[in-house]
C-alpha cells in the first residue's frame, strides 16, 4: 500500500489524471485480447474436429476394406496400428498387410528353424520339420519379390507388376499350407506347435492377397 505522507507535494495529483487516461487503452487492449483468444480457441477446436474426423475416416477405410478378406477381425486388428501411413490408399493398406504378412513368415521360420534342431524329435517330425523349413524359407523370399514389385506399380506395366504379386503371394501362402500338410500324418505336440504359427501367417498372407486381389479388380 502506497503511503501518500511520503509523496511530493502535488505527484498524486500528477498521477489521477494519468492512471485515468490509461483505462481506455486497457479496455481496448483486454477486448483486443479476448476477441484473439476466442479466434485461437475456435482455431485450435476446428483443427481438433478436423483431425478426428480425418482419422475416423482412415479407420472406416481400413475396416470397410477387412471386409472383404476371410479374416476381417485379424486384419482389422493388425492394419489399424498403421492408419496414419495407410490413410485412405488401397496401395499403402496392400503394402502395409504384406509387411505384416513377412514379418510373421520370418518370424514362424525362425520358430521352424529352431525346432529342426531339437534332439527329440523323431524321424517323421524331423522330415516334416525340415520340408517345413525349406517352404517357410520359399514363402519368405516370395513375400520379399511381391514387396518390391508392388513399388513398380505406376506405368504401363501396371497389368504385368499386379500379375506377378499376386503371383508371388499366392504361391508362399501355397508353401505355407504344404509345411502344414506334412504334418497331415504325425500326431503329438510337435504337430500343433507348428500348427498354431502357420495358421497366423498363412491367414495374415491371405489378408495380404485379397487386399492385392481388391487392388487389380478395380
Not at 114 to 127: F, V, Y
Not at 154 to 182: I, Q, R, Y
Not at 199 to 215: D, G, K, Q
Request: some cysteine.
Amino acid at each position: 500500500m502506497i503511503n501518500h505522507t511520503h509523496l511530493p507535494q502535488g505527484t498524486l495529483g500528477k498521477m489521477q489524471p494519468f492512471t485515468c487516461s490509461m483505462l481506455p487503452l486497457l479496455a481496448i487492449l483486454s477486448l483486443f485480447l479476448s476477441q484473439n483468444f476466442i479466434i485461437i480457441i475456435s482455431a485450435t477446436s476446428r483443427f481438433l474436429l478436423e483431425s478426428d474426423s480425418g482419422s475416423d475416416t482412415y479407420t472406416d477405410f481400413i475396416e470397410d476394406s477387412c471386409q472383404t478378406t476371410w479374416y476381417a477381425d485379424l486384419c482389422f486388428k493388425t492394419l489399424s496400428p498403421y492408419t496414419a501411413t495407410i490413410q485412405t490408399n488401397p496401395f499403402a493398406l496392400a503394402n502395409a498387410a504384406l509387411t505384416v504378412s513377412l514379418k510373421s513368415a520370418k518370424s514362424t521360420s525362425k520358430v521352424v528353424r529352431g525346432l529342426s534342431k531339437g534332439r527329440d524329435l523323431s524321424m517323421r517330425d524331423g522330415q516334416a520339420v525340415a520340408d517345413c523349413l525349406e517352404n517357410m524359407s520359399d514363402s519368405v523370399d516370395e513375400m520379399k519379390k511381391s514387396m518390391v514389385a508392388m513399388k513398380e506399380m505406376e506405368g504401363p506395366d501396371f497389368e504385368e507388376n499386379m500379375g506377378n504379386v499376386k503371383t508371388w503371394v499366392s504361391a508362399a501362402l501355397t508353401d505355407e499350407d504344404t509345411c502344414m500338410d506334412g504334418f497331415e500324418e504325425n500326431d503329438g505336440k510337435m504337430k500343433e506347435t507348428i500348427r498354431g504359427y502357420i495358421v497366423n501367417v498363412a491367414e495374415l498372407t491371405s489378408i495380404a492377397l485379397s487386399l492385392i486381389t481388391s487392388i487389380s479388380s478395380t
